[in-house]
């Protein structure tokens, strides 16, 4: 069964920092291109960043430069994301997806063939 499932989610203070692991079973993530994603109440999904199964990486979200990364572990099959310096506005749910036949990612992730189910980010005092 192909699927991902991320992990890491939690409540965090304004200013402090998480990694979100996003995991990928059935199916290898290098061959892949992956992006992180989020949706806040009541807002369309956002696309984050994204690493191409050619190599590059790419930040969509302007709001998010100089904070988060996305970096892959080929050995873990798994994904991450780091978000430094988090900022109430980071609260959503955020969602890793994949395909194997884009080499970048679209920009809400409309069409990318695996999701996983998500996990919650609350950035709150």
């Known amino acids: 069964q192909l699927q991902l499932v991320e992990s890491g989610g939690d409540l965090v203070q304004p200013g402090g920092s998480l990694r979100l692991s996003c995991v990928a079973s059935?199916?290898?993530?290098?061959?892949?291109?992956i992006g992180w994603f989020r949706q806040a109440p009541g807002k369309e999904r956002e696309g984050l960043l994204c690493?191409?199964?050619?190599?590059?990486?790419?930040t969509y979200a302007d709001s998010v430069k100089g904070r988060f990364t996305i970096s892959r572990n080929v050995a873990w099959n798994a994904v991450y994301l780091r978000m430094n310096n988090l900022k109430p506005e980071d609260t959503a749910i955020y969602y890793c997806?994949?395909?194997?036949?884009?080499?970048?990612?679209?920009?809400?992730?409309?069409?990318?063939?695996?999701w996983g189910k998500g996990t919650l980010v609350t950035v709150s005092s």
């Open positions: 997806a994949a395909d194997g036949v884009v080499s970048e990612c679209p920009r809400t992730g409309t069409g990318m063939r695996y």
């Open positions: 059935g199916f290898t993530l290098k061959d892949y291109t």
């Open positions: 690493i191409s199964s050619r190599g590059g990486n790419t």
